[in-house]
């Protein structure tokens, strides 16, 4: 599946263990490894499971997901990323930087430490974390 460009029917048709494989594959073809190791966990779970894709959580409307801080996975066009709602920047994003200020010094609100620069998404649907799952 990997050699051609999909279409989004084929992308649908997909179960999902073939959508891990095809990201896997592709986490190897480029040697992008960030993701590489969770891909792997996540396929030898489904190989060790009993599951099937219809015990398998379904992806849900961006209306019912977590607003608590809570992460998830966020379908962003054919890819699956890791998320949260983050209060302060009122968006949900996949990750952000943190200033803390030395010893002593304060903004100017008191406070010693800044969230800035935040990895903001737009998902179309979410799904659960697996249970178990680290944060």
């Known amino acids: 599946m990997s ?6 029917d084929e992308w649908n048709a997909m179960t999902d263990q073939q959508w891990l494989q095809h990201r896997l594959d592709r ?5 992008w490894t960030a993701n590489k190791e969770r891909y792997e966990r996540i396929l ?10 219809a ?10 997901a977590p607003r608590d801080g809570s992460p ?6 054919s890819d699956a990323i890791r998320m949260l709602w983050h209060d ?8 952000w930087n ?3 200020m030395h010893n002593g010094w304060t903004f100017d609100d008191g406070s010693t430490v800044r969230n800035h ?18 944060p």
């Open 27 to 31: 986490c190897t073809a480029c040697g």
């Open 44 to 53: 030898a779970a489904f190989s060790t499971s009993s599951a099937t894709d």
């Open 88 to 95: 302060e920047f009122k968006a949900f994003v996949s990750s």
């Open 72 to 77: 998830f996975w966020g379908k962003v066009g």
């Open 3 to 8: 050699g051609h460009t999909m279409s989004d």
């Open 98 to 100: 943190q200033m803390q």
């Open 55 to 64: 015990d398998l959580p379904a992806w849900r409307p961006m209306a019912t």
């Open 117 to 134: 620069s935040p990895v903001k998404h737009e998902p179309e649907a979410w799904m659960p974390m697996p249970e178990g799952s680290k």
